[in-house]
C-alpha cells in the first residue's frame, strides 16, 4: 500500500521560509517523480514542483520559480520542498505526489498525500 506522509507545514509571516517533508512507502520510491500541489480555499488544486527520478532535473509553477526549491532522497524516500520569500498568496493546502510519468511537464498524481497546511500571514 503506497503512502505518502507530509509534514512541516505551519504558520509563517510574508517573507519567510517553511520546508515541507514527504515520507514515501510502498512505492519503489527512486521509479517515481515526485511533486508538490497546492489548493488554496475556492480554488481548483494547482501544480507546484516536481523533480524526476532519473537525473533529479526540476520544474516548477512560474509563481514559485526562484521561491520555491524541490529536492529529493532516495536512500531515506523522502522529499522535500524549500519554500523561501513566502506570500501570503502562497497559503494553501500542501499536497506531496507520486507519479510514474517521465516528463515532469506533464506531471500528475497517481499517488497523493492527505496535506499540510501552509499559512503566510501579510
Known amino acids: 500500500q503506497v503512502q505518502l506522509v507530509e509534514s512541516g507545514g505551519g504558520l509563517v509571516q510574508a517573507g519567510g521560509s517553511l520546508r515541507l517533508s514527504c515520507a514515501a512507502s510502498g512505492l519503489t520510491f527512486s521509479r517515481y517523480a515526485m511533486g508538490w500541489f497546492r489548493q488554496a480555499p475556492g480554488k481548483e488544486r494547482e501544480f507546484v514542483a516536481a523533480?524526476?527520478?532519473?537525473?533529479?532535473?526540476?520544474h516548477y509553477a512560474d509563481s514559485v520559480k526562484g521561491r520555491f526549491t524541490i529536492s529529493r532522497d532516495n536512500a531515506e524516500n523522502m522529499v522535500y520542498l524549500q519554500m523561501n520569500s513566502l506570500k501570503p498568496e502562497d497559503t494553501a493546502v500542501y499536497y506531496c505526489a507520486a507519479s510514474i510519468v517521465t516528463q515532469l511537464t506533464r506531471f500528475r498524481g497517481d499517488y497523493w498525500g492527505r496535506g499540510t497546511q501552509v499559512t503566510v500571514s501579510s
Open positions: 523533480i524526476s527520478w532519473r537525473d533529479d532535473s526540476t
